[in-house]
Structure formats: C-alpha cells, structure tokens
C-alpha cells in the first residue's frame, strides 16, 4: 500500500492547500499589486510572508495577467551580483511572457552601460547572466538605473501592469547605502509598477519607510505579519488532518496552538511531526502531541545549541528567566535579584542584542518574550 503524504509543511514555501489563512493580508496584497501600489511586507523570520507574495503573485498572474519579477537581495552581496539577479528576473518573468525568444536577451541587455555575460544552460536553453567585478562605479550605477526602469518600460509596451519584488530589502544597505536614493528616484516614477519590499529585521526596516530622513520615507503602504489566531489556524489543522485520514481533536488543535503560539512556521513543524505520531484513521491525543514536541525539540536542538553558545552570560540568564518566568517587568528588582541578573543597565544591553538577533520580542515597552517558539521548553528541559 502506497504511503501517505504529510500534509503539512514547513521550511519551505506553503503553496496550494498548504497555505493557512492570511486572507485578508492576501487581498489587500492582490489589490495593491494589480494598482500598482508600492507595499512593505514586515515580519521575523519563518512568518511566512514569502508564501503570502508567492500567493499574491500566482492569483495576479493568472486573474490579471500582472507580470511579477522578484529579486532575494539575500543572495546579492554586490551591485554587480545585484544587476546579474535583475537581469535573471526581468529575463524570466517579464521579457519570457512578452517578446519571441530571440528577442529577450537583446531587450534585456540593450541599452546597458555594461554588457553581461550570457551564458546558456545546454540542458535547460535557459540563460543567466554575470557581470564582472572591476568596472567604475559609475559604469555600474548607470546599469542598475537602466535595469530599475526597463520592467516599466518593457511592460508599457505590451500594455501589461507589472510588480517588481524585493525580498529581504533591508539587505540593499549593505550592498550599497546609496541605493535607496537611486532606486526611489527611479521608483517614484512608475506609478504603473507595483513595487513590493519584504523585510525580515524590523528595525532597519522601519528606518528605511519610516524616518523622515531616508529616501523610501512614507513611499509604501505598511503590512506587518503577525501570528495567526488560534481562531483562524485550529481548522486548517482539522482539514489538513482529515483530508490525509486522522482526526484533530479540538482540544489537541488548542494545546498544539498553545505550544507554538499561531507562530506560522512552528505550527506547521509541530503539526508535521504531530501527523507522523498518528496512526492512520486514528485521532491525535495528548501522548502522541509529547511524542510530537519531543520530535521537534530533537530536531531544533543543533539551532538552538548554537543559539546558546552564542549568547553572553547576561543573554543565556535573561533567556533563561523569561523561559521559567515570563514577566512584564524584566527589569525590575525583585525579578532581577531572583533570576541573578544584574544591574538595570546590564539587562537593558542584554535585551536589545536579543531584540536585534530576533530572539525577543518587545510586545510594549518592557515586556519581552521569547520569539522562538521552541526555544522556552528547549530551555526548561535543560534547567530541570
């Protein structure tokens, strides 16, 4: 007998049945990219807003006909690399859709400054382009504005509304400070072209649309993704369970949600696991959830021990107390002289270089929590 497929995913993008909820978040995301409203998508890490655009972009592709390109600055440590990613991206899902194949290379790279590199996949046909490192700064500005301008330009020509995605923007700082100014001057230009920024650290991020003083300031409409509510995740559980012959209990849906907090990629890893702890054509109960949470802590353990060594003396205490003893005052007395914290100041220090590695949370002034959904029991079962 064939085996049965996991229903859930994790790690990857949640596409088709796999996506949860979100709805409201998706059509307020479809309408701005068919609009051509500029949108930032903030949230930590493994909250799923590359799964959101990757839905957002597969329904205004077919129901709209948009042209959606997307770069992950990621991957791009250069200005050079960053024009190679553009390149890539006008190529695949701007130029492939409107022009005959022996015209998307030259509409691509015409008009460039600097001529890239084609090479051709003999497997595929399918081409990538490189530019090298040594040119003048100049030179390489000059084709990053030509390349930030041709999704418009080739678009209008076909009548076709076009979105340009960025994922991890924050990253475009560190390939060059001065290419916010650039590619705003260029951006606000396009009011055809919906451009769409995701951005995993909030800061730098809030830096970038909210300070007066920062090109792309008050430019985009602002999307945070929380968690989902319980409300909205426990019958997506049930489904998932059901389509794939077990049962979800709604009081198992409930502790398995209490565990991972609505967090989006922890709930599908707890599920997953939680799946895999089930016999066929039985219901989930509270033995096979221990089992379950006991597979994910396994899994996690190599993360969360690098976390751990990582971290200062102050940092693992802090970590420590908020795993025990979630409080709303991590710097008051009482609750530093019990947990062996420190001075104010010495705390305060701690809880900011945690904020920063996205390993707190700040829910309002003074009260943090763990942002690892696993990483509190991860912590107890060390302590006990």
Do not use: C
Request: glycine share 4%.
């Amino acid at each position: 007998m064939t085996r049965e497929l996991n229903p859930f995913n994790f790690g990857d993008l949640a596409v088709d049945a796999g996506f949860a909820d979100r709805e409201q978040e998706l059509a307020e995301l479809t309408s701005d990219m068919v609009n051509g409203q500029n949108v930032v998508v903030f949230a930590p890490r493994r909250y799923g807003k590359s799964s959101l655009v990757w839905r957002a972009a597969q329904q205004v592709i077919s129901r709209n006909r948009v042209l959606v390109a997307q770069v992950d600055l990621m991957l791009t440590a250069t200005k050079e690399q960053l024009a190679a990613a553009l390149a890539k991206a006008i190529y695949d899902d701007i130029a492939t859709p409107l022009f005959r194949v022996r015209e998307r290379v030259s509409r691509v790279v015409s008009g460039l400054r600097i001529t890239p590199v084609v090479t051709i996949d003999p497997q595929t046909g399918a081409p990538s382009f490189s530019f090298r490192a040594g040119h003048e700064h100049a030179d390489v500005d000059a084709t990053l504005q030509a390349l930030f301008e041709l999704p418009a330009t080739l678009a209008a020509e076909r009548q076709r509304r076009v979105a340009l995605v960025f994922d991890e923007f924050q990253e475009i700082l560190a390939i060059d400070s001065r290419l916010p100014s650039l590619m705003r001057s260029i951006f606000q230009t396009q009011p055809d072209v919906a451009h769409v920024y995701l951005g995993s650290k909030r800061s730098m991020m809030e830096r970038l649309f909210n300070d007066a003083n920062e090109p792309f300031w008050r430019s985009a409409k602002q999307m945070e993704l929380g968690r989902i509510a319980a409300a909205a995740f426990a019958p997506f559980l049930a489904e998932r369970f059901d389509a794939a012959n077990r049962r979800l209990p709604p009081g198992i849906a409930e502790r398995l949600l209490a565990a991972t907090g609505g967090h989006p990629y922890a709930t599908q890893e707890l599920a997953y696991a939680l799946w895999e702890e089930t016999p066929r054509g039985r219901a989930a109960n509270d033995d096979a959830l221990g089992r379950a949470l006991g597979r994910v802590l396994r899994s996690e353990n190599a993360h969360f021990a690098l976390v751990w060594e990582r971290a200062s003396r102050v940092q693992r205490l802090v970590l420590q107390a908020l795993a025990v003893e979630p409080t709303t005052t991590v710097t008051a007395g009482e609750y530093r002289n019990r947990h062996d914290l420190g001075a104010p100041s010495t705390v305060a220090r701690a809880l900011e270089a945690l904020v920063d590695q996205e390993l707190l949370r700040q829910v309002e002034p003074g009260h943090y929590v763990i942002a690892e959904p696993f990483l509190p029991e991860w912590l107890r079962r060390r302590l006990s």
